[in-house]
């Protein structure tokens, strides 16, 4: 598994994680297993939210007894954010997570609390030893230029981000931003949640070619192309083993210029919307 530095300075995490959104409706004992498969693979990366019902619970079932293994993430939701409510709902999440530090944690998405209230509770987290870093997610470029007006320079870990194939938005301004302020990218959905290319699509059979060229799975060829830059990280979700499996191999792939073309062409870019989309 290829790793990367989380941000400037930050370790060195799996450029392919593991998500938990929606890990707690299936199987139990299949989520735990995926987990645990995933981090034997060295997707050291695990991805969870107090939005996320009981994946927490889960998260706290596969990583018990393998703690230092994980870089661990959680993440605040906005109506929580305030100054006082980010460390109580911090808290929550540690007991839930069954631990007492996360490697990173975040501000779901921009809500009504000021930025500067949510910035002191992540500060107070980082100086009590309850988080190691802390980042954003769902953050377009003017949020971020006002995080990082309140935050000052080398703070902000990372923002997590919807990308995949068929939405492309961040590469306009996103990424660009965040490479030059050294923060990770973290790339949500990166199937598209539940909208991944059907081999009967025009697109679909060019991403088939290349994974067949490849002796790969389509879905291993997306998260190659979009973890193609040193700065972006992918945690695709996986409910089982297998799916764990298959997705921890795109760890190892490494595809052409040629491909990337190929890519760009059948999944284009488009033009720059204007609100960053998401979940
Ligand atoms: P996703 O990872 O794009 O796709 C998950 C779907 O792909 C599931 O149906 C899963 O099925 C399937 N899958 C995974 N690996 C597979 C494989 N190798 N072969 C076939 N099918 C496979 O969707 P996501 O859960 O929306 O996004 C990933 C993570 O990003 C989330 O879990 C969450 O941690 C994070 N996220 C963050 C935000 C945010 O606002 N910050 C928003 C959305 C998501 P099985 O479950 O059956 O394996």
Known sequence: MRKQKFGNGGPDVSVIGQGTWYIDRGDRKSAVAALRRGLDLGMNHIDTAEMY??????VAEAIAGRRDEVFLV??????????????????????????????CYLLHWR?????????????????????????????????????LAVAGKGKI???QVLYHLQERA?????????????????????????EFPSTRSKAGEALQAIADAHGASPRQVALAFLSRRPSVLAIP??????????????GQLVLSEGDIAALDKAFPRGPKPRGLPML
């Open 53 to 58: 019902g009981d994946a927490e619970p889960v």
């Open 74 to 103: 959680s993440k605040v939701l906005p109506s929580n954010a305030s100054r006082r409510g980010t460390i109580t709902a911090c808290e929550r999440s540690l007991a839930r997570l069954k631990t007492d530090r996360l490697d």
């Open 111 to 147: 809500g009504s609390y000021p930025l500067q209230e949510t910035v002191a509770a992540f500060d107070e987290l980082v100086a009590a030893g309850k988080i190691r870093s802390w980042g954003v997610s769902n953050f377009d470029t003017d949020d971020l230029n006002e995080l």
């Open 157 to 159: 870990a990372c923002n």
């Open 170 to 194: 961040i590469e306009h301004a996103v990424i660009p931003w965040c490479e030059q302020h050294g923060v990770a990218v973290v790339a949500y959905s990166p199937f598209g949640h539940n």
């Open 237 to 250: 979700k996986a409910g089982t083993p297998e799916h764990a499996a298959d997705n921890a191999a795109a």
